[in-house]
């Protein structure tokens, strides 16, 4: 498979690395500084792309997603904070008939975690003696907060008990991959729920599992999609 990428910060080195370890070639890559407001996304950059991954920055993203999906390639995209923004990239996406894959988070593991918490929630349901909240903790560097992932949880748990709220705090420091964990507070116990990314392999893998996926389909699509079915 022919992958592009757009964007070569932490993921997008992480994502090269392990499709040539598993036998893709890597068509081009493309670097923030070199493609503002999409410049660099011409046909004589990505012609014989089978497949972009974009991960760059809320800012970029809108810009950067047409562009590819006007040239006919299958995108998956794993920026946050552009979901504003999401019907007016679906409508691109079905005007030039393409396929769009978008994710907050690029886990299994976080996915497999996402629906136990929505369980969870489920059965803390009508219980107003534990409180719920949730903190993320990523890298300094991230401009997204609260992470999209920690949002997708909260309109997850809400969904379960709407009763309940749901507050969370987020901090950046380091170089945290990412860690998520809903929390429960009773007055005389205290339920913990967690997902710790070790290195950023378990995203970058996600996310090839989801280029391979994708082409030749036609549409809008999720992670959930490829986890658990398009009934997820």
Known sequence: MRISIVGNGRMGKAIAALALDQGH???????????AGGRALVPARLAGSDVALEFTRPEAAVDNL????????????????????LPRVTACTQAHRGALLYST??????????????????????????????????????????????????????????ERSFPI??????????????????????????????????????ALLAAQWLPGKTGVFTFDDILFGPAA
Do not use: M
């Open 25 to 35: 070639t890597i068509h081009t890559i493309i670097s923030s500084e070199e493609n």
């Open 66 to 85: 047409e562009k590819l999906l006007e040239l006919g390639i299958p995108t998956v995209t794993g920026t946050t904070g552009w979901y504003d923004a």
């Open 105 to 162: 988070n690029f886990s299994v593991g976080v996915h497999l975690f996402l629906r136990a918490a929505h369980e969870l929630a489920r059965l803390l349901k009508g219980r107003p003696e534990f409180a719920g909240s949730i903190t993320e903790e990523h890298h300094s560097s991230k401009r997204d907060a609260p992470s999209g992932t920690a949002l997708l949880l909260q309109r997850r748990l809400t969904a379960s008990d709407s």
């Open 169 to 206: 705090s987020s901090l950046r420091q380091g170089s945290v991959p990412g860690t998520h964990t809903l929390s429960y507070e009773g007055p005389h116990e205290k339920i913990l729920l967690s997902h710790v990314a070790r290195d950023r392999e378990a995203f970058a893998a996600g």
